[in-house]
């Protein structure tokens, strides 16, 4: 596998937080009560 290919195959942050998120929908308001951001 090139470099190029595990960039483009490679999820972004928000990108696997939203994966966990549609996993455990309690994450979403965990994430809300505490106030968190999403940092990149």
Known sequence: MTVSRIFLFSPTKRQMLQL???KN???H???DE???E???
Do not use: K
């Open 20 to 22: 966990v998120i549609e």
């Open 25 to 27: 929908p309690a994450v």
């Open 29 to 31: 308001l965990l994430i």
């Open 34 to 36: 505490l106030g968190l």
């Open 38 to 40: 999403l940092v990149e």
